[in-house]
């Protein structure tokens, strides 16, 4: 599973301009950073109340990369 | 939905029935499971041998829709899926059962994987349908096991509540968990149960009522 992929899937889904959608890995060692873009007026799509949608996308990415042993750090840049 | 039942001596001579009934051909999408392999052999063995029940689950295109995003879904994700099924549907409720052989990454810890799936898969089928729909994800039979363990947790506490005569505050729940505690305690006439806290996982308290 490449994790950059359901991120990409995901985020494409919830989002109105799915073009506008960036993302750009960063592989550490032990971590990988996934460094999320998109458009301004979607921001409030990824994140959710209370941050609850990128929580659980959070959510998700663990408990796939548990099975890889490998961290993985979702950061929606603004 | 529509759930047709038909009974046959073989199970795809009750398959056959049911698909008769329901005006699908053999090659058409469907979902079937056998639903009795030994019944009744029939009213004083009258019409007997046919005791092989099969259930065949028709969905709407709807339906449909949401079975093939939740398919697609899992695919992204990479974790293989045996079977997914709509269980029920009451309303914008849809109840979807999961079969998988990877069950524990599926659900997670105290089932927050299986809830953050199906809160993320809500928001993608509300999307893509345009519609307002709950979807509701088990995987085997994990929410009715659940149920009764919040069950026995919120009659454990009560009892720790009226021994000790001091309320008691539980880890922060979702609502579907919290529902189960208030409603597992409200015939209690002691006690009573409050939601505190102003997040989105709240905590419930549990008192004795002055």
């Known amino acids: 599973m490449d994790p950059k992929t359901l991120v990409e899937y995901i985020v494409k889904a919830l989002v109105d301009k799915p073009e506008s959608v960036s993302l750009h890995t960063v592989e550490g060692e032990k971590t990988t950073i996934i460094e999320l873009r998109v458009d301004n007026d979607d921001i409030g799509k990824v994140i959710g109340k209370q941050g609850r949608i990128a929580r659980s996308i959070r959510t998700i990415l663990s408990a796939v990369a548990s099975k890889s042993g490998k961290r993985i750090n979702l950061e929606i840049i603004d | 939905m529509k759930v047709i039942e038909k009974y046959g001596k073989t199970e795809d001579e009750a398959l056959s029935l049911a698909l008769k009934e329901a005006g699908m051909a053999r090659e058409d999408n469907y979902t079937y499971e056998v639903s009795q392999k030994e019944g009744r052999s029939g009213f004083l063995g009258l019409g007997g041998g046919k005791n092989l029940g099969v259930k065949l689950f028709v969905y ?18 990479d974790i293989s899926i045996d079977d997914v099924r709509i269980n029920k549907r009451e309303d914008d409720r849809v109840f979807i059962s999961l079969q998988t052989p990877d069950m524990g990454t599926l659900i997670g810890r105290r089932g927050k994987t299986l809830e953050s799936i199906q809160f993320i898969l809500s928001l ?87």
């Open chain 2, 60 to 77: 709407e295109e709807e339906e449909q829709k949401i079975v093939d995003k939740i398919k697609e879904f899992f695919k992204v994700m």
């Open chain 2, 124 to 210: 993608i089928i509300n999307k893509s349908l345009e519609k307002n729909i709950y979807i509701i994800l088990d995987a085997g039979n994990y929410r009715e096991k659940r149920v009764k363990t919040l069950e026995n947790l919120a009659k454990n506490i009560a009892s720790r509540v009226r021994k000790y005569k001091k309320p008691f505050i539980l880890e922060p729940m979702n609502s579907y968990d919290r529902r189960i505690i208030h409603s597992t305690l409200q015939d209690e006439e002691d006690i009573q149960t409050q939601s505190i806290g102003d997040r989105v996982y709240k905590k419930v308290k549990i008192m004795l009522k002055r």
